[in-house]
């Protein structure tokens, strides 16, 4: 029965690896012990990938992850980055006002990051 | 800026400890020292104050059920919707229909959700919830709508989300091995997480508080029109 369910685990694998128990119990132990550590990694990615996609969302309206994380931290606004980037894509008029609540709680640096502007050819795309 | 005032107190209260983030258990201590008290806002903030302080020191959700009347101590203050929808997005190209566009963000076992109504959502499972037992959703963090979203700071006042407990299960299996090489270390256990499926009724009680009425209000008209 162990071999049954090795081989089923084994499924998808490369070479002999699926069909041979000998190189396929090798290999599922390891598949095992990847899922174990990236059960914890996939906590840690999902987290920069909102933090990449809420940065994406500032930036439109002028402002970096940063300023706009302190500025919502300073209204005691306890949203989570998952749910700010679950807004920033698809509430968009709610995520702008979320922006400018931060902003007006924390007008952060003189330099307001600024859309870049286009230039030359890329004007026309 | 009304709920500055609350927000001092919310935090001060210890009963709220147990289902904030991990964020704002961190923020708490700094938290009390920056927020400003308004003197213009007191009348209105007061109330709230006073809604809310009756409102977290039954903590725990209230569960408000027609079948049964149980204390249960049971976790489920909010818990949203795990589907990530479009529904309540302003059309950019008016050919999309949506519904109210009405959506509100929960928090249910330390874990925030947004929340549509008439969508199921499965969360941790909450300890003294049955099959068909209502429930309400306190710890609201945001409401919007199609013209304006009401923000808390941290929770609207006085919003509770609705919903039913649909089902009680299991979480897929997941298989926890643990080996150590060259030491003849290995474990092997199987675990499935037990869930809660809850299907959302509907959003109320967020009508008077803060809104943030959103700027491109006359855009956002002009393009639902």
């Not at chain 2, 964020?23 to 308004?38: D, V, W």
Request: include cysteine; proline fraction near 5%; charge should be positive.
């Amino acid at each position: 029965m162990n071999k049954k369910k090795i081989l089923e685990l084994a499924k998808g694998f490369r070479g002999r690896a699926k069909n041979c128990i000998r190189i396929a119990r090798e290999r599922v132990e390891k598949a095992l012990q990847y899922s174990y550590r990236d059960r914890r990694n996939k906590k840690r990615d999902m987290r920069s990938l909102w933090i990449e996609r809420i940065n994406a969302g500032t930036r439109i309206h002028g402002v970096n992850y940063g300023n706009f994380m302190h500025g919502l931290l300073k209204e005691n606004i306890q949203l989570n980055r998952k749910v700010l980037s679950e807004l920033s894509m698809h509430e968009p008029y709610s995520f702008k006002s979320l922006v400018d609540v931060s902003r007006q709680s924390f007008p952060g640096n003189k330099k307001v990051v600024i859309p870049p502007r286009k230039e030359g050819l890329s004007m026309l795309v | 800026m009304a709920s500055t005032t609350f927000i001092s107190s919310f935090f001060s209260s210890p009963t709220i400890t147990t289902t904030t983030t991990r964020r704002t258990q961190n923020n708490q201590t700094s938290l009390l020292l920056s927020k400003p008290n308004n003197p213009n806002s007191l009348s209105s903030s007061v109330s709230t104050n006073s809604n809310q302080r009756l409102a977290f020191s039954s903590l725990v959700p209230k569960l408000s059920d027609t079948i049964e009347a149980p204390e249960a101590a049971a976790e489920v203050d909010s818990t949203e919707v795990t589907t990530l929808v479009e529904e309540e997005e302003i059309p950019i190209e008016e050919s999309a229909p949506k519904g109210d566009g009405l959506f509100a963000v929960v928090m249910i076992g330390s874990r925030q959700y947004i929340v549509f109504p008439g969508r199921f959502l499965t969360t941790q499972r909450l300890k003294g919830a049955n099959v068909n037992d209502k429930i309400i959703l306190n710890k609201v963090l945001l409401v919007g709508t199609k013209t304006s979203a009401y923000i808390g700071k941290p929770i609207v006042p006085n919003a509770a989300v609705h919903a039913v407990v649909e089902d009680n299960g299991l979480n897929d299996k997941v298989v926890v091995f643990k080996y150590k090489k060259k030491k003849n270390y290995r474990r092997n256990i199987g675990h499935r997480q037990p869930n809660t499926r809850i299907r959302i009724l509907g959003i109320t009680g967020y009508q008077d508080s803060p809104v943030v009425t959103l700027d491109d209000l006359p855009v956002a008209a002009a393009v639902e029109a």
